[in-house]
């Protein structure tokens, strides 16, 4: 029978014993002996399982703060724009608030410069309130026409149709003449006639000097017709109607007649006989004096070279419109 060495024996079983209580003293968890060892390959493809998922997991981590993010800047800038619109509203609520102001006092301004124009005007004229305050509307009218037309120009690439002074420009002036007045006069005589009106020389009659030129034309006096007509037929403005003033203001008034070789000649003779007519200090050229006192004798001589003053009934109608407007 063989003999068993118990030392041995005994040693080993002490010693497996020791590890035994040691490892469970450690902590270290005795192996279920029906679990299946994990290989090398299984535990890499686990790993990198492990690792798809892990990372699959934080894409949807970040995709979902970028989205809560996105959100929060479109709640935010819907805020802000919201918060700009009701800035910029406030701010165009106090522009507006700063703006009309300007415009009501613009417009008080102005019409307080009309009111003291008018109360000015009243002592200067013949016209009455009411017609005075119709005459501002009647040239209101002109000159929005004369926008109107500015405006056309402007369109049609016309520059030099434009003025720079407003007021009434020679073109709405012949047309008064002409429409208002029935003064089918010739082109020289109404460029003299607006000379007057347009006392500024400004291009354009303003409000002020298109009332007084009115008066005169309306309601003058016979003196004040007289330096009217004067002025006017005194073409060059030198205070004196010369021999040579007088031929061409008769030569744009009268017209040819049939079987007429020399009209001009006619017209000498008639200039000649006109000026020894008017020229009473006998100088050679018609002063002043000498045509208001020759008018002053013979009335009808006030217009001798040409229409320039309206008929009595064309004064008339239109002084009835005034009342009416």
């Avoid at 004369?146 to 405006?151: C, M, T």
């Amino acid at each position: 029978m063989p003999h068993v060495n118990h030392n041995k024996s005994t040693m080993s079983d002490k010693r497996a014993a020791s590890q035994s209580s040691g490892d469970a003293g450690m902590g270290v968890v005795e192996a279920d002996p029906q679990r299946m060892p994990i290989s090398g390959r299984t535990g890499a493809m686990v790993m990198r399982s492990v690792s798809i998922f892990l990372a699959s997991g934080r894409k949807v981590s970040v995709a979902s703060r970028r989205q809560q993010s996105d959100s929060s800047c479109a709640l935010g800038s819907t805020a802000t724009g919201a918060a700009d619109r009701r800035g910029s509203s406030r701010r165009d609520s106090r522009a507006c608030k700063l703006i009309m102001p300007g415009e009501k006092n613009l417009a008080k301004g102005a019409a307080a410069h009309q009111a003291k124009l008018i109360e000015s005007l009243r002592r200067k004229t013949k016209f009455s309130r009411q017609e005075l305050d119709a005459l501002c509307k009647i040239y209101s009218k002109l000159i929005a026409n004369i926008g109107s037309r500015r405006d056309l120009s402007t369109n049609n690439g016309i520059a030099s149709f434009l003025q720079n002074t407003e007021g009434i420009d020679r073109s709405i002036f012949r047309e008064l003449l002409h429409n208002t007045f029935d003064l089918l006069t010739e082109e020289i005589l109404v460029e003299r006639m607006f000379s007057c009106w347009d006392r500024d020389s400004e291009g354009t009659i303003r409000l002020e000097p298109w009332i007084l030129g009115l008066d005169v034309f309306l309601r003058g006096n016979i003196r004040e017709k007289i330096e009217f007509c004067f002025r006017v037929y005194d073409l060059n403005g030198d205070g004196f109607i010369t021999k040579d003033e007088i031929f061409l203001l008769f030569k744009n008034c009268l017209m040819k007649q049939p079987g007429e070789e020399d009209p001009e000649e006619g017209i000498r003779d008639l200039s000649e006989m006109t000026l020894k007519k008017l020229d009473i200090d006998h100088d050679g050229k018609v002063s002043f004096f000498d045509y208001e006192m020759t008018v002053r004798q013979e009335p009808l001589l006030l217009e001798a070279f040409g229409q320039v003053l309206p008929t009595p009934e064309s004064a008339q109608a239109f002084l009835l419109t005034l009342k009416s407007t």
